[in-house]
């Protein structure tokens, strides 16, 4: 058993205890010790300590705790406004016996009367929702609770690096992938709601890095829409984020050609997807969803797109999953070629396209995700 688990585990033996005693019964101090210890076990090794709670999922620093997946307490944690607690120096035990005391109240274990209201400024913990600075929006929460930002700039980044090495000829940066798609999926569950931390196009340079994202987030959002689970979900956001791998290897000049391509230039992207999935398929750990995504992430429903499919079954479920998001994203980002459509656009193309290029059933189950998304952001700007 690992050390976070160790202490989310006395961590949880000590909200229940909360909630049938006393902070001054003999139970009640032996629980709240035993996590104290836990905690200063962790922190002897890493003083600065995250844990961020998605659902059925905790994540400590960028790393999923597999142990923990459907941990109830994660989901109690989210519904009461807490997404995140940061230990940023060592704890003390008078400061960490007062934190649960406050969490039980927040947690609905104690009563509202004993209500202790948590200091902002230098506290060695820190507690509150994940918010966007870039990409989505920032909400400031109540003074009692430390309001945490969240920025998708240095995931950007890490993604150009990613494609540079990719480019360079190294193997692919999968853990530096996985972190990114891991921030991603933090971001998307701020506010205690889902959103979508799309990027804006800002150069035409940056489409590939930026699209790679925008498709990861839509993959995982939809995931989350049709009840996939936890761990199916995070796979179809790594998917999405590497599907264009292989455009990595494409000359700049033909990415950001504005006007018609030539034949000869037409086959080289639509070589793409064979690149990207022999990439993946060639990368050190197991990616053979991914490099399947890769492969199908092109192919239509009635059996056009490319590349041909010898097996009459057709795409994989997680390829037309990823397949409705590569296509939306695209149609609503400027290219060379032409402006972004208008959401409504895109979901009409959708639409009209589904039964011939997209799944039926995928296709109306984004559109309805799309649409309540795209009604939960004008209700924010109004």
């Known amino acids: 058993m690992s050390d976070p688990v160790r202490f989310l585990n006395t961590l949880s033996q000590a909200l229940a205890t909360m909630s049938l005693y006393g902070d001054d019964h003999p139970a009640t101090a032996r629980v709240v010790a035993a996590a104290l210890e836990r905690l200063q076990e962790l922190q002897q090794a890493e003083p600065k ?14 790393e999923v705790i597999p142990e923990m997946e459907g941990w109830d307490w994660s989901t109690r944690l989210m519904k009461a406004g807490i997404e995140r607690i940061e230990f940023v120096q060592p704890v003390e035990a008078d400061q960490f016996g007062r934190f649960l005391s406050h969490l039980a109240v927040r947690l609905g274990i104690r009563p509202a009367a004993t209500l202790d209201l948590w200091q902002m400024g230098e506290s060695a913990i820190r507690f509150g929702q994940v918010t966007l600075n870039e990409g989505g929006t920032v909400r400031a929460e109540p003074a009692r609770i430390a309001t945490l930002t969240y920025s998708l700039r240095e995931e950007r980044e890490t993604m150009e690096w ?36 799309l990027l804006q196009l800002k150069e035409f340079d940056q489409y590939t890095t930026t699209h790679s994202m925008n498709v990861s987030v839509l993959a995982m959002a ?24 292989g455009k990595t290897c494409i000359p700049r000049d033909i990415l950001v050609k504005p006007g018609k391509l030539t034949e000869s230039e037409r086959l080289v992207i639509r070589e793409h997807p064979v690149v990207g999935a022999r990439m993946l398929l060639a990368s050190q750990e197991p990616m053979e969803l991914a490099a399947v995504v890769a492969y199908e992430h092109h192919v239509m429903l009635d059996g056009g797109g490319y590349p041909a499919l010898a097996d009459a079954r057709g795409a994989q479920y997680a390829s037309m999953l990823v397949h409705v998001c590569d296509v939306y994203d695209a149609l609503r980002t400027n290219r060379p070629y032409r402006e972004a459509w208008q959401s409504d656009r895109a979901l009409a193309y959708i639409n009209e396209r589904a039964g011939v290029e997209f799944d039926p059933g995928v296709a109306q189950a984004f ?15 109004a």
Not at 180 to 185: G, P, T
Not at 367 to 381: G, L, N, P, V
Request: glycine fraction near 10%; charge should be negative.
């Open 162 to 197: 990613v494609h540079q090495e990719i480019q360079n000829g190294s193997k692919i940066p999968m853990v530096e992938a996985d972190a990114v798609v891991r921030s991603l999926s933090i971001a998307m569950h701020a506010e205690q709601a889902m959103v979508l931390p």
């Open 367 to 381: 559109i309805a995700m799309m649409r309540m998304w795209d009604q939960r952001t004008a209700k924010m700007s």
């Open 222 to 245: 939809l995931g989350e829409y049709l009840e996939l689970g936890g761990a199916t979900v995070r796979a179809l956001g790594v998917a999405g984020l590497l599907h264009d791998l």
């Open 49 to 62: 300590l995250q844990l961020t709670f998605l659902g059925g999922e905790v994540l400590c620093g960028s």
